[in-house]
C-alpha cells in the first residue's frame, strides 16, 4: 500500500514538473519551426536567438540533423545538470537512433550568435531496410541513409540513383547545378537550410556551378 502511495505521489509531480518545465512534442516547441510533414519526415528549422534555450521537447522517432551554424550549445534533460558547452558546426550532420522511451531534453545557445540546424524525424522505421545505397554513407540510422557532399566550386558528386523518397538540404548558399541521366541541367540558387522533398526515383549529378565552395546533404528513407 505504500508503496502504491509513494508511485502516485512520484508520477504527480512528474506531470508537474513536466508542465513547469513545459514539456512538449518537438513539433509544438516554439523554436521548432516545422517546414514539412508528411507521411514519412517531420522537418523542422530551428532558431535559437542568443542566449535563449528551448523548451523540454519530446523526439519519438529516429531522426537526423543538420546544422547550419558555428556555434556553442548545451543539451540538458529533466532532472539532469545542463552539460558543457559544446561546439555546434556549420554542415555538421548527425543520425541519431530511437531508443526505446522518447528523447526528452531541451537545447540552450551559450554563443553570441543565432543558432540554426534543421532536424528531421523519420515516422516510419521500415521493418527491412532496402539494399539500395546510392553512395557512400556518411551517417545512417534504422530509418534513413545519409549522403554528404562537400562541392568546391566545379565539383560534382558523380552521378547516383535514389531508389528510395529522399531529402535534400541545402547546408550552406550554393548554386546547384542539377543533371539527369539525359544530360539535361538545372540549375538552382539555394541558401542554407533551403531543402525539397522527393518522392520518386531519381538518377543525377549534384555539381557546385558556383565560386565558392557548397555542401549539400541528402537524406535517403531506407
Ligand atoms: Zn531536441
Ligand atoms: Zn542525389
Not at 512520484?10 to 518545465?21: H, K, S
Not at 558546426?89 to 531541451?106: D, N, V
Request: aromatic content about 6%; proline content about 7%; charged content about 15%.
Amino acid at each position: 500500500m505504500k508503496s502504491c502511495f509513494c508511485s502516485v505521489v512520484v508520477l504527480a509531480f512528474a506531470g508537474w514538473a513536466g508542465a513547469q518545465q513545459g514539456l512538449v512534442p518537438v513539433e509544438q516547441e516554439p523554436h521548432h519551426h516545422v517546414v514539412l510533414k508528411n507521411d514519412s519526415v517531420l522537418v523542422t528549422h530551428v532558431v535559437i536567438p542568443p542566449g535563449e534555450a528551448t523548451l523540454y521537447h519530446t523526439h519519438s522517432y529516429d531522426r537526423a540533423a543538420v546544422h547550419l551554424t558555428n556555434n556553442m550549445i548545451t543539451l540538458q534533460q529533466p532532472n539532469q545538470s545542463e552539460s558543457e558547452p559544446m561546439p555546434a558546426k556549420i554542415g555538421e550532420i548527425s543520425a541519431s537512433t530511437r531508443q526505446g522511451e522518447p528523447l526528452t531534453h531541451r537545447v540552450r545557445n551559450t554563443g553570441p550568435g543565432p543558432f540554426e540546424v534543421i532536424d528531421v524525424e523519420f515516422l516510419q522505421r521500415p521493418a527491412q531496410a532496402s539494399g539500395a545505397t546510392a553512395a557512400p554513407v556518411a551517417a545512417e540510422n534504422p530509418s534513413a541513409r545519409i549522403y554528404n557532399w562537400v562541392l568546391a566550386p566545379g565539383a560534382s558528386s558523380g552521378q547516383h540513383t535514389h531508389e528510395r523518397p529522399y531529402l535534400v538540404i541545402a547546408a550552406t548558399t550554393i548554386q546547384l547545378k542539377m543533371t539527369g541521366p539525359d544530360g539535361k541541367t538545372s540549375i538552382h540558387e539555394v541558401k542554407a537550410g533551403d531543402f525539397h522533398w522527393v518522392d520518386s526515383k531519381v538518377t543525377h549529378t549534384l555539381a557546385n556551378n558556383g565560386a565558392t565552395e557548397g555542401q549539400i546533404v541528402e537524406l535517403e528513407l531506407k
